[in-house]
């Protein structure tokens, strides 16, 4: 029997409505306790005092790289990098090399994720063989091989045809379709959103329009299966607009995430051609920012997520045009989700822990999320006030391509626990 006591932090379970000064008792990797003053003797005790004690977070999506591209991330610095952001559970996007779109390579994440002992790693599998959006992958072999859902993300499905097999296919194995909603026709060679200031970088945009009809399309042909339907990364006012919309009308399969550069940043960043600023969907306007946080306030977004996306160096050294997209987000996301929208005064802090938490759990049908008795115990333990300057160089991810990097952010991860382990404590990681 292994027991560990967590006194005197401020606890917020936003699943069973906790918001108050309590100690938490684990054994055996299960929280068996949790109230005011538990002097029940533990083997170890963390003082966590002055400390917020929330949920361990869960994020729905994270490129981690490997197998394929280790110099860019691998399952190990990812897992470390998601500790160190008081993350302990991920769900790794399949477009890795080879691609996730069979049983091997979902088996052999579920093996390494075991092997490391760090984190939660659930593999979602490819909707489309290759993600290529031609042949649909077999959806049920994944399922039953340990994918917790399945995406082409990277790419839309174009098809309609494919995408409403792919849909009815999920439905009848009951799995979870995730959809990265870009119509790659108006995309075209867009880098950054098209507006005022694509024109005035004279770089190639992206107009919200690309988003907004993969996201309608996939909203009416989800409604036509009634299909377990996510969408990723949403970042435009039409895109929360329809959501919204398919949400009065009842479609309760129907879940969405913003991921937190969206809600913080605006196309703005890429002025002087800053390439860790190019990532998809691109960083908006402010009017479609604006429209974002007040969806998040409404609760049109389910989540909150990073889309961690590893690069090596040479990949953003390159001219804007040439770039690769995305930025990394693991050791930063908590940190901005409280800066950007709980000290902002846009939502309060319970919201934010649930849309990074309870929420993802839900959607992906976890038993975790929640700090109820007999959950288990991946906790996350941050101190809300301490402000920092993001140094990527300084972090555990092997990509530096951090759009937060030289930025004050407010609000860090001191301690994360993992199956009632500590697996990271001040700056460092613990196995
Ligand atoms: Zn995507």
Known sequence: MTTLLIKNGHVVDPANNVDAACDIFIKDGKISALGKNISEKAEAEIDAKGLTVTPGLI?????????????????????????????????????????????????????????????????????????????????????????????????????????????????????????????????????????WVSTQLGLAGTPAASEDLAVIKNIMLGQLCNARLHLLHNSTSGAANAIRNAKKQGYKN?????????????????????????????????????????????????????????????????????????????ETSFAVMNSYLVKAGHINFSKGISKMSVEPARILRLQKGTLGVGADADIALFDTNHSWTVESTRGFSKGKNCIFDGKKLTGKAVCTIVGGRIKYREGQILS
């Open 59 to 195: 994020d729905m999506q994270v490129h981690l790289r490997e197998p394929g591209r280790e110099d860019k991330e691998t399952l190990e610095t990812g897992s470390k990098a998601a500790l160190a952001g008081g993350i302990t559970s991920v769900v790794a996007m399949p477009n890795s090399n080879p691609d996730a779109d069979n049983q091997t390579v979902i088996e052999f994440v579920i093996k390494r994720t075991r092997e490391l002992d760090l984190i939660n790693i659930y593999p979602a599998g490819a909707i489309t063989k290759r993600r290529e959006g031609m042949h649909l992958a077999e959806i049920n072999e994944l399922k039953t091989s340990g994918a917790i859902a399945v995406t082409d993300d990277g790419v839309d499905v174009q098809n309609e045809s494919v995408l409403r097999r792919a849909m009815e296919y999920a439905k009848t194995c009951d799995m979870l379709l995730m959809s990265h909603c870009e119509t790659s026709d108006l995309t075209e060679k867009g880098v950054m959103h098209e507006g």
């Open 254 to 330: 129907l879940s969405a995430e913003v991921s937190v550069q969206h809600f913080a940043l605006t196309d703005e960043e890429c002025l002087g051609y800053n390439t860790n600023a190019k990532m998809y969907p691109p960083l908006r306007s402010r009017d479609h920012v604006d429209a974002i946080i007040k969806a998040i306030q409404d609760d049109v977004f389910d989540a909150l997520t990073t889309d961690h996306a590893p690069h090596i160096e040479p990949d953003k050294l390159e001219a804007f045009q040439d770039a690769a997209f995305g930025s990394t987000g693991l």
